[in-house]
C-alpha cells in the first residue's frame, strides 16, 4: 500500500471554461480535467491508492480509475515514489529557463530631467524631481551615460535608450544632440541602438514631433483616459487642467506617425473600466494603449483597496471575454491579456519581478545607476554610477534578496513563477517594504492568469492555430484534455 498526494498545483474553479483547469507551479503547464480526474485530485491528500480507488468504484470502472491516476502520475500532478518509475509523456529535461521576458537587449531610461511642468498625484518621482533639486542632466554625463550603455550591451548586441524624466523634453536640447552621438558610438561598438522616450505631452511642439518622427523614435504619451479621469489626477503646477492640451498634441502626433506613438493610462479607483479607458483614448487617435493599476499608498483616496477587488475583477473577466472572441474572430490587435497568455504559452519562469539591475537599468542626471526609475529615490537601490561601472556586490545583494523564492509571502503562491514577485516599487509604496508584495495587486495578477488561461484553452479548442500563429509558437504541452 501507498500513499499518493498532490503535486504543488492550483485547481481553478473558471468562471466561463466549461472544465475545471489545474495549474502544476514548477513546470508552468495547465490541464483541463474531466470529472474522473478532478475528483482524484481532490482526493490526493496523503490518503492510501486503494482507498482512492475504492471510494470511485461507486461511480466509475476500477480499470477507468486506476488509468486516470496514471494519467495524473505522467503529467506529475500527482507523486509517489511506486508510480514516479512510469514514463512521462513530458519532457522534463527541457523546461523553459529560468528567465522574465525581455532578455533580448540591454535596456536603460536615462533621466535627462529631473523637473516636471505638471504635478501628478501618484507620481514616483516626487513631482519630477525624485526628492533632490531639480535640475537637467548635462551633455558630458550624457555622453558618458551611452557610452557606458553600449559597451554594456554589446554581449547582447542591443541597446534601448529611454529618454525619461520627470519630463524629459524639457531637456530637449540635449535629447536631439545625444541620439546622433548614440548612433555614431553604436556603429563603433557593433550594437545596435534603439530610442524611446516616455512623456507627459504637453510640449509636443511641431519642431518635437519632426524630430521624434525622423528619428524613429518610439514615444509613449501619458494619458489618463477621458477629461475627467486625466484632469482629477494630473495637473499642470498651476493647477489647470491637462486633457485639453495632450489630447490636442496626440491627435496630432499620431495624424502624422501612428506607428510611432503609444499611449500608457494609469487606472485608479475612480475608474476601474480598463475598456472604458482604452476605448476613450482611441477617440483621440492612439492606437496602442496599456492600462496598468495605479501604485499608490492604500490611504490614498485614488488607491485600489481590496474593497474595490470584486468590481475590478468583474471588469477583468468582461474583457477576457471581449478579447477572448475578438481573437476567435480572427483580430491580431494586441489587448490586455496577450503577455498573460504569452508567458503561459512559452512557461518562462520568472524567479524576480522585472529585470531591474540585469538587463533594465536608470541613469539619473548625474550620472548614478539605478535599479530602476521608480527606485532612484532611494539610496540603497543604487547599484554604480557611469564612471565607475556597476557595482557587483551590490547587484548581487539585490538580486538575492528580491528572488521570489527569498520572499515569504510568495513561496507559498502558485503563481509566483509567473509574476516572479511583481514590483519593487509597488510593494513599498503599499507595505512599506520592498520584499512584501502588494496583496491587491497579488490578487488581481493572479486572477488575470486564472482567465488567460481559460481564454488559452477555449481559443485552442476551437482553432488550434490561433494562439499559435499570434504568438509565432508551436502549442507544445500547454493544454491537454484528460
Given at each position: 500500500?501507498?500513499?499518493?498526494?498532490?503535486?504543488?498545483?492550483?485547481?481553478?474553479?473558471?468562471?466561463?471554461?466549461?472544465?475545471?483547469?489545474?495549474?502544476?507551479?514548477?513546470?508552468?503547464?495547465?490541464?483541463?480535467?474531466?470529472?474522473?480526474?478532478?475528483?482524484?485530485?481532490?482526493?490526493?491528500?496523503?490518503?492510501?491508492?486503494?482507498?482512492?480507488?475504492?471510494?470511485?468504484?461507486?461511480?466509475?470502472?476500477?480499470?477507468?480509475?486506476?488509468?486516470?491516476?496514471?494519467?495524473?502520475?505522467?503529467?506529475?500532478?500527482?507523486?509517489?515514489?511506486?508510480?514516479?518509475?512510469?514514463?512521462?509523456?513530458?519532457?522534463?529535461?527541457?523546461?523553459?529557463?529560468?528567465?522574465?521576458?525581455?532578455?533580448?537587449s540591454f535596456h536603460i531610461t536615462l533621466h535627462v530631467a529631473h523637473t516636471c511642468?505638471?504635478?501628478?498625484?501618484?507620481?514616483?518621482?516626487?513631482?519630477?524631481?525624485?526628492?533632490?533639486?531639480?535640475?537637467?542632466?548635462?551633455?558630458?554625463?550624457?555622453?558618458?551615460?551611452?557610452?557606458?550603455?553600449?559597451?554594456?550591451?554589446?554581449?547582447?548586441?542591443?541597446?534601448?535608450?529611454?529618454?525619461?524624466?520627470?519630463?524629459?523634453?524639457?531637456n530637449f536640447g540635449l535629447i536631439r544632440e545625444i541620439v546622433p552621438y548614440a548612433?555614431?558610438?553604436?556603429?563603433?561598438?557593433?550594437?545596435?541602438?534603439?530610442?524611446?522616450?516616455?512623456?507627459?505631452?504637453?510640449?509636443?511642439?511641431?519642431?518635437?514631433?519632426?524630430?521624434?518622427?525622423?528619428?524613429?523614435?518610439?514615444?509613449?504619451?501619458?494619458?489618463?483616459?477621458?477629461?475627467?479621469?486625466?484632469?482629477?489626477?494630473?495637473?499642470?503646477?498651476?493647477?489647470?487642467?491637462?486633457?485639453?492640451?495632450?489630447?490636442?498634441?496626440?491627435?496630432?502626433?499620431?495624424?502624422?506617425?501612428?506607428?510611432?506613438?503609444?499611449?500608457?493610462?494609469?487606472?485608479?479607483?475612480?475608474?476601474?473600466?480598463?475598456?472604458?479607458?482604452?476605448?476613450?483614448?482611441?477617440?483621440?487617435?492612439?492606437?496602442?494603449?496599456?492600462?496598468?493599476?495605479?501604485?499608490?499608498?492604500?490611504?490614498?483616496?485614488?488607491?485600489?483597496?481590496?474593497?474595490?477587488?470584486?468590481?475590478?475583477?468583474?471588469?477583468?473577466?468582461?474583457?477576457?471575454?471581449?478579447?477572448?472572441?475578438?481573437i476567435l474572430k480572427g483580430s491580431h490587435e494586441r489587448g490586455f491579456f496577450d503577455?498573460?497568455?504569452?508567458?503561459?504559452?512559452?512557461?518562462?519562469?520568472?524567479?524576480?519581478?522585472?529585470?531591474?539591475?540585469?538587463?533594465?537599468?536608470?541613469?539619473?542626471?548625474?550620472?548614478?545607476?539605478?535599479?530602476?526609475?521608480?527606485?532612484?529615490?532611494?539610496?540603497?537601490?543604487?547599484?554604480?554610477?557611469?564612471?565607475?561601472?556597476?557595482?557587483?556586490?551590490?547587484?548581487?545583494?539585490?538580486?538575492?534578496?528580491?528572488?521570489?523564492?527569498?520572499?515569504?509571502?510568495?513561496?507559498?503562491?502558485?503563481?509566483?513563477?509567473?509574476?516572479?514577485?511583481?514590483?519593487?516599487?509597488?510593494?513599498?509604496?503599499?507595505?512599506?517594504?520592498?520584499?512584501?508584495?502588494?496583496?491587491?495587486?497579488?490578487?488581481?495578477?493572479?486572477?488575470?492568469?486564472?482567465?488567460?488561461?481559460?481564454?488559452?484553452?477555449?481559443?485552442?479548442?476551437?482553432?488550434?492555430?490561433?494562439?499559435?500563429?499570434?504568438?509565432?509558437?508551436?502549442?507544445?504541452?500547454?493544454?491537454?484534455?484528460?
Amino acid at each position: 500500500m501507498y500513499s499518493i498526494t498532490r503535486s504543488e498545483v492550483r485547481q481553478l474553479k473558471t468562471s466561463h471554461y466549461s472544465r475545471p483547469i489545474v495549474f502544476h507551479v514548477q513546470t508552468g503547464l495547465f490541464y483541463s480535467l474531466d470529472p474522473l480526474c478532478e475528483a482524484i485530485l481532490e482526493r490526493c491528500d496523503g490518503r492510501l491508492y486503494e482507498d482512492i480507488v475504492f471510494e470511485l468504484m461507486g461511480e466509475y470502472e476500477r480499470e477507468e480509475v486506476a488509468e486516470a491516476i496514471k494519467v495524473l502520475a505522467e503529467a506529475d500532478l500527482i507523486t509517489e515514489a511506486s508510480l514516479q518509475q512510469i514514463p512521462t509523456s513530458l519532457d522534463k529535461g527541457n523546461n523553459p529557463p529560468e528567465s522574465v521576458a525581455g532578455q533580448g537587449s540591454f535596456h536603460i531610461t536615462l533621466h535627462v530631467a529631473h523637473t516636471c511642468n505638471m504635478n501628478c498625484l501618484y507620481c514616483f518621482a516626487h513631482g519630477g524631481d525624485y526628492g533632490r533639486p531639480a535640475g537637467v542632466m548635462p551633455p558630458d554625463i550624457a555622453r558618458q551615460a551611452v557610452r557606458w550603455a553600449l559597451r554594456e550591451a554589446k554581449p547582447l548586441r542591443k541597446c534601448q535608450i529611454d529618454f525619461f524624466g520627470g519630463e524629459p523634453l524639457l531637456n530637449f536640447g540635449l535629447i536631439r544632440e545625444i541620439v546622433p552621438y548614440a548612433r555614431e558610438f553604436a556603429d563603433l561598438v557593433g550594437v545596435e541602438v534603439y530610442f524611446g522616450i516616455a512623456t507627459n505631452g504637453t510640449v509636443l511642439s511641431a519642431e518635437i514631433i519632426e524630430f521624434l518622427t525622423d528619428e524613429k523614435i518610439q514615444v509613449q504619451v501619458s494619458l489618463d483616459g477621458n477629461g475627467t479621469d486625466q484632469n482629477r489626477i494630473r495637473k499642470f503646477r498651476d493647477g489647470s487642467d491637462t486633457y485639453d492640451v495632450v489630447a490636442e498634441n496626440l491627435k496630432i502626433f499620431t495624424d502624422r506617425s501612428p506607428d510611432r506613438v503609444s499611449v500608457h493610462a494609469t487606472m485608479t479607483s475612480f475608474n476601474l473600466d480598463r475598456k472604458s479607458i482604452q476605448d476613450s483614448l482611441k477617440h483621440v487617435g492612439a492606437c496602442n494603449v496599456e492600462v496598468a493599476p495605479v501604485v499608490a499608498a492604500p490611504q490614498q483616496p485614488y488607491a485600489l483597496r481590496e474593497e474595490h477587488l470584486p468590481a475590478i475583477k468583474q471588469r477583468l473577466y468582461e474583457l477576457s471575454r471581449y478579447e477572448a472572441e475578438r481573437i476567435l474572430k480572427g483580430s491580431h490587435e494586441r489587448g490586455f491579456f496577450d503577455g498573460y497568455m504569452e508567458r503561459l504559452m512559452t512557461r518562462a519562469k520568472a524567479c524576480h519581478g522585472c529585470q531591474g539591475g540585469k538587463t533594465f537599468m536608470a541613469v539619473d542626471i548625474d550620472g548614478d545607476i539605478y535599479f530602476c526609475s521608480s527606485l532612484a529615490d532611494r539610496p540603497e537601490f543604487k547599484i554604480g554610477d557611469v564612471f565607475s561601472g556597476l557595482d557587483s556586490v551590490v547587484r548581487k545583494k539585490l538580486d538575492d534578496l528580491f528572488h521570489v523564492d527569498s520572499r515569504s509571502d510568495c513561496r507559498s503562491c502558485w503563481a509566483r513563477n509567473l509574476c516572479g514577485g511583481g514590483c519593487l516599487y509597488d510593494a513599498r509604496t503599499a507595505t512599506g517594504e520592498p520584499a512584501k508584495p502588494n496583496p491587491v495587486s497579488c490578487e488581481q495578477i493572479r486572477y488575470s492568469y486564472e482567465l488567460a488561461m481559460e481564454m488559452c484553452l477555449e481559443i485552442q479548442g476551437r482553432d488550434e492555430t490561433l494562439l499559435e500563429d499570434r504568438f509565432n509558437l508551436r502549442w507544445v504541452d500547454v493544454a491537454h484534455d484528460n
